[in-house]
């Protein structure tokens, strides 16, 4: 990895909009030498080199020739007890963009050089006062979209995955030092009965990490949002529905069929569901080329979707057009709203069911609820058995996980499957009665691959791609 010893940092780490404070943040060996270049207490005096660490000062930034920049509190943080655990300042400026923006030219016209994104919690990963998996719940929390996302990446930032990988990590770790001794040393470690012993352990690690493996996928969701789908003929309701779930105008709504000819995307929080909305074209045939793509898109997104939402106009009896978007639903979590259920019906759930049936070979991802977007206020809408159900659908009802370790992360679950695998081969090994040196080298993949996800199996590339993602001033 660089050596940034020597490298003093400087960004701008709050939005750059017109607000009450900005924050210039400033890190490395000469960073309290610099900055007090260009601060003046109160009084006209350089005092920065001489203050007692985790105290603020009040004074003013000025430039070269002594003239005032703003007015600021500074603080400064002295190595190692700091966010990168160098000597770190952060000059509190006032809020606006021009004001922040000069404060941090004359930072970096002092001798000091503008970080890259991400650069700071770079700096306290490859300083060792966090993990790799701990750095990207940084950015993890900076992203999270609702309450349940959040609350995970919080509680991967306080390190509770980390703990768990090392944990992993150091038995899998005795293992392979005790079949190396062993090998080395047959005259006094015995090796006798001890595939089985090792068996029995393999079984306990495979059974932590699936336990881990199972919460990705929800994991995901959580942290991304569920892609959410709305399908449906023309004039079924489609916009309706996304506006009542938005709760604003988003889309045109006309008694005219075929009003959305292309693809609205928007993210809705459903108290704590981030439900990636996509309301699509009215899938029906036409010789419209516009309205054409409009409906092959249409059917790309619910290919591609985690749920669809399946608008049918219950009014209306189901048509050639809703026996071409049925079979979009073979082999996906679904969800059918029987709309206009305040008009007289002529579609039942039974002889929803029935059609199904008929063109489906299964619909055990499949719900049925009755909805009408007349009136969200009203207890007829189907908004609140809409919410529960994609509740119970995804997260089994539960939106708190209660301490529950989730894995969010893709490369998380990528390394976490590639240390599953290599135990697997361990366990494979046990059984054909191979010689015990093959257990160690299974073991030792596994060591590594989990130790990818806290950064001690790593490169240079990987740390770096995963840093060039966040914000500057991070």
Known sequence: MENYEKETIAAIATALSDSGIGIVRISGENAIYIVDSIFRSASGKKILTKVQSHMIHYG???????????????????????????????????????????????????????????????????????????AEAVIDVIHSQNEYALSSSVSQLKGRLSDKIRSLREDILYQIAFIESALDDPEHISLEGYPEQLAEKVTGFEKEIQKLLATADNGR?????????????????????????????????????????????????????????????????????????????????AVEADLILYVVDASETLDEDD????????????????????????????????????VLEHTGEIQILRTSTIDPSSENSGMEELEETIRNMFFEGKLRH????????????????????SLQLVEQSIEDGMPEDFYSIDLTSAYASLGKIIGEEVDEDVVNEIFSKFCMGK
Not at 402 to 421: F, I
């Open 60 to 134: 003013y930034i000025v430039d070269k020739d002594e003239n005032i920049i703003d007015e600021v509190m500074t603080s400064v943080m002295k190595a190692p007890k700091s966010y990168t655990m160098e000597d770190t300042v952060e000059i509190n400026c006032h809020g606006g963009v021009l004001v922040m923006q000069k404060v941090l030219e004359t930072v970096l016209q002092a001798g000091v050089r503008l970080a890259e994104p991400g650069e700071f919690t770079k700096r306290a990963f490859l300083n060792g006062r966090i993990d790799l998996s701990r």
């Open 323 to 358: 026996q071409n978007i049925i079979p979009l639903l073979e082999g996906k979590k679904a969800i059918i709203l029987l709309n206009k259920s305040d008009l007289e019906n002529k579609i039942t759930e039974e002889s929803l069911k029935e059609t199904l049936e008929k």
């Open 402 to 421: 209660n301490n529950e370790l989730v894995v969010t992360n893709l490369r998380h679950k990528e390394a976490l499957q590639d240390a599953l695998n």
């Open 221 to 301: 969701l959580m942290k991304e949002g569920i892609s959410t789908v709305i399908v449906g003929k023309p004039n079924a309701g489609k916009s309706s529905l996304l506006n009542m779930l938005l709760g604003e105008d988003r889309a045109i709504v006309t008694e005219i069929a075929g009003t959305t000819r292309d693809a609205l995307h928007e993210t809705i929080n459903l108290h704590g569901i981030s439900l990636n909305m996509i309301d699509t074209a009215g899938i029906h045939e036409t010789q419209d080329v516009v309205e054409k793509i409009g409906v092959e898109r249409a059917k790309k997104y």
